[in-house]
């Protein structure tokens, strides 16, 4: 098993390396006649892209989506979707250093321990690159779910620095380089970055995403919780460190009364008063929304010399050079919610396929 798909009834199988001539997905079980063209998910794709403010990799990558296969006239034909983008600005030089080196915190020495062959240009399949395909399945994936599940994430935290709740405006994640929903903790966050990315280092971030309008039942009791499918699918995203679901980590500083989300009577529907689970409980979502968080550790690649060592044993100091992310956690805002329409997708098409 090369592990390279994830998903059951909605399955996404990703392919391509970060300075290969392409990378791209198939998307399997996508129900038929469905209305799909590139624009549905260009758009995102968009989102995602390098390049497009001093806090990104300043690789320039139009990451333009083409639909290979399963859709015809404009519609899901019920075959599989594949989805191609081509790479069009690598520069494998800046990566012949420490092709014989592994960089501290990547994934070189554990490829090289595990399959004994690298592609060192970019980290090659290991590199954050190849998540631009699951923002393509994403897209395809809401279009799945409809127009009554809604799906938006946000930074909200960039290193150290965290947003003001109090002060959320959706309408503001779109409107800054960071995806902040807070106005007020962008200037800070621009200073912070800008000092960050001239010492030549790198910083952490936290990522919120929410999903609104998820119907009740999504998820199994026991091995296919809905909120264990989650973590699992952020949790392989490049770079992240931890998940949690509702309020996760803090909830080991409740007490019982504190965590418990009570429920009322409003006419013929079940209310909560409160919303710390997260939208599921027993591993079955309750019709709340769903909220997930996720870490995002700092840019393992940064100008920063690190002590390190080589193929041929010996001790060495590592400097990554090329094109960066001061904070990686930026670019993955999409990819979250990518990830999240994913797990729901297949979610709801496994509901259906159990209860109808």
């Given at each position: 098993?090369?592990?390279?798909?994830?998903?059951?009834?909605?399955?996404?199988?990703?392919?391509?390396?970060?300075?290969?001539?392409?990378?791209?997905?198939?998307?399997?079980?996508?129900?038929?006649?469905?209305?799909?063209?590139?624009?549905?998910?260009?758009?995102?794709?968009?989102?995602?892209?390098?390049?497009?403010?001093?806090?990104?990799?300043?690789?320039?990558?139009?990451?333009?989506?083409?639909?290979?296969?399963?859709?015809?006239?404009?519609?899901?034909?019920g075959t599989p979707i594949s989805l191609i983008i081509q790479n069009t600005d690598q520069r494998s030089k800046d990566y012949?250093?420490?092709?014989?080196?592994?960089?501290?915190?990547?994934?070189?020495?554990?490829?090289?321990?595990?399959?004994?062959?690298?592609?060192?240009?970019?980290?090659?399949?290991?590199?954050?690159?190849?998540?631009?395909?699951?923002?393509?399945?994403?897209?395809?994936?809401?279009?799945?779910?409809?127009?009554?599940?809604?799906?938006?994430?946000?930074?909200?935290?960039?290193?150290?620095?965290?947003?003001?709740?109090?002060?959320?405006?959706?309408?503001?994640?779109?409107?800054?380089?960071?995806?902040?929903?807070?106005?007020?903790?962008?200037?800070?966050?621009?200073?912070?970055?800008?000092?960050?990315?001239?010492?030549?280092?790198?910083?952490?971030?936290?990522?919120?995403?929410?999903?609104?309008?998820?119907?009740?039942?999504?998820?199994?009791?026991?091995?296919?919780?809905?909120?264990?499918?989650?973590?699992?699918?952020?949790?392989s995203i490049n770079a992240v460190k931890g998940v949690e679901i509702g309020d996760g980590f803090a909830t080991a500083a409740?007490?019982?009364?504190?965590?418990?989300?009570?429920?009322?009577?409003?006419?013929?529907?079940?209310?909560?008063?409160?919303?710390?689970?997260?939208?599921?409980?027993?591993?079955?979502?309750?019709?709340?929304?769903?909220?997930?968080?996720?870490?995002?550790?700092?840019?393992?690649?940064?100008?920063?010399?690190?002590?390190?060592?080589?193929?041929?044993?010996?001790?060495?100091?590592?400097?990554?050079?090329?094109?960066?992310?001061?904070?990686?956690?930026?670019?993955?805002?999409?990819?979250?919610?990518?990830?999240?329409?994913?797990?729901?997708?297949?979610?709801?098409?496994?509901?259906?396929?159990?209860?109808?």
């Open positions: 098993m090369s592990h390279n798909s994830f998903g059951h009834l909605f399955r996404v199988t990703t392919w391509g390396e970060s300075h290969g001539p392409a990378i791209g997905c198939v998307i399997d079980g996508c129900p038929p006649r469905i209305p799909l063209s590139v624009d549905d998910i260009q758009p995102f794709l968009d989102q995602r892209r390098p390049g497009q403010s001093t806090f990104t990799t300043q690789r320039r990558e139009p990451d333009e989506v083409r639909i290979e296969s399963g859709v015809f006239e404009g519609l899901t034909t012949g250093e420490i092709a014989h080196t592994f960089r501290p915190g990547h994934a070189d020495l554990t490829y090289q321990m595990k399959y004994g062959i690298r592609d060192y240009r970019g980290g090659g399949r290991s590199s954050a690159r190849e998540t631009a395909m699951r923002v393509a399945a994403g897209a395809v994936a809401r279009k799945v779910l409809g127009n009554t599940v809604s799906i938006r994430g946000a930074l909200v935290q960039v290193g150290p620095h965290g947003i003001n709740r109090s002060h959320w405006n959706q309408d503001e994640v779109r409107n800054n380089p960071f995806f902040c929903p807070d106005p007020e903790a962008v200037p800070l966050w621009e200073q912070y970055l800008g000092e960050i990315r001239k010492s030549g280092s790198s910083v952490g971030a936290v990522v919120e995403v929410v999903a609104e309008g998820v119907p009740p039942g999504l998820g199994a009791p026991i091995y296919a919780k809905l909120d264990s499918d989650i973590a699992a699918a952020l949790m409740y007490t019982g009364p504190d965590n418990a989300d009570p429920m009322h009577m409003e006419g013929s529907r079940i209310a909560f008063e409160s919303n710390h689970a997260g939208g599921i409980l027993g591993g079955i979502s309750t019709g709340q929304p769903v909220v997930a968080r996720f870490a995002v550790k700092p840019t393992s690649s940064m100008l920063t010399p690190v002590p390190s060592v080589n193929l041929a044993g010996e001790d060495v100091q590592v400097v990554t050079k090329g094109r960066h992310d001061p904070c990686v956690g930026i670019r993955a805002v999409p990819v979250g919610e990518a990830m999240l329409a994913c797990v729901l997708a297949d979610h709801l098409l496994r509901h259906r396929g159990q209860v109808g």
